[in-house]
């Protein structure tokens, strides 16, 4: 399941293919009890830092407190034993091993990459562009807020093992999809303006079905659903949006041709301000920003 808006909005893809990305590569090793992951970042460290000023650190505003905090990545977006598995007894930190070794490690250097050029990013290849594909399938379907349209849906707590079952099939269908249609990336920056930056959160993937009905209707207030994400990967009027820094976004066009637009096109103030205001309203634990003004 999906958090979608539905609203008024206006090189090749290269990943690894189909099941090769997603759990079957796991691995089968085992691991002591004391040695297993259990503090589970579902906000990956690298992808913070995109975020990050010249501290190092980020401004975050948790939902539960009054004043934003100013700290290290590695203190925000994680869960204890979200992804720990249990099987007969017992358990193992495949899951976040895979999201360290499949997806984590090849974005954080393009994540470097895109904070460092900003909009002189001019090309990106096709590997590139299936790693941040891969990024972004995880991040749809990783997170807490994914866990809870689960269990919404079934009316009842979700156990580990349950969640973590659903979400490999999730991110095995939605890497099927973009492997055999291969989605476009539309890059978009704040720049040259400076008064608005995009800040991300505990859920940083929008998924926004356009509506391009030039006539204005009741209806096109924007308004927030639950969808499955074979419906969404299937709608060519959807598209996956998150913010790569405080000056890159990217938007994932599902049914789309495989190409990249680049450099990135700016975005005006108003729709910058747009997109942050989803943000909020999606994220129930926390947004982050380079700077604490852009979360007032």
């Excluded at 830092?49 to 990545?73: I, Q």
């Excluded at 891969?134 to 809870?148: D, E, G, M, T």
């Excluded at 949006?241 to 990217?250: E, G, H, K």
Aim: aromatic residues 10%; proline residues 5%.
């Amino acid at each position: 399941m999906a958090q979608t808006f539905a609203g008024k909005e206006p090189r090749r893809y290269g990943g690894r293919a189909r099941d090769e990305i997603v759990c079957s590569e796991m691995g089968d090793h085992s691991k002591s009890a004391a040695s297993l992951k259990r503090d589970n970042h579902f906000l990956p460290v690298c992808y913070q830092k995109g975020f990050a000023d010249s501290s190092g650190r980020v401004w975050v505003k948790f939902v539960d407190l009054e004043k934003s905090v100013h700290c290290y990545p590695k203190r925000v977006g994680k869960e204890w034993n979200l992804y720990l598995r249990n099987s007969d007894g017992v358990e193992d930190d495949k899951f976040e091993d895979f999201f360290d070794k499949h997806v984590e490690n090849a974005f954080a250097k393009l994540s470097q990459r895109v904070k460092r050029e900003q909009n002189h990013l001019l090309s990106m290849t096709g590997k590139e562009l299936g790693v941040l594909g891969n990024f972004v399938a995880a991040q749809i379907v990783r997170v807490p807020a994914n866990k809870l349209c689960m269990r919404e849906q079934v009316g009842r707590e979700l156990a580990t093992n349950e969640f973590t079952s659903e979400m490999g099939k999730q991110m095995r269908d939605i890497v099927r999809s973009w492997t055999a249609n291969p989605p476009a990336f539309e890059f978009r920056t704040v720049l040259p303006y400076v008064e608005e930056r995009f800040i991300t959160g505990d859920n940083p993937v929008l998924v926004v079905v356009e509506n391009d009905n030039p006539t204005p209707m009741p209806m096109d207030e924007p308004y927030q659903a639950v969808a499955s994400v074979l419906d969404l990967l299937n709608d060519a009027t959807v598209t996956f949006r998150v913010a790569l820094s405080p000056y890159i976004c990217v938007f994932l066009h599902a049914q789309g041709d495989g190409e990249s637009q680049l450099p990135p096109q700016t975005m005006e103030p108003s729709e910058v301000r747009s997109f942050n205001e989803f943000i909020r309203k999606q994220c129930r634990l926390f947004t982050l920003a380079r700077d604490e003004e852009s979360l007032a």
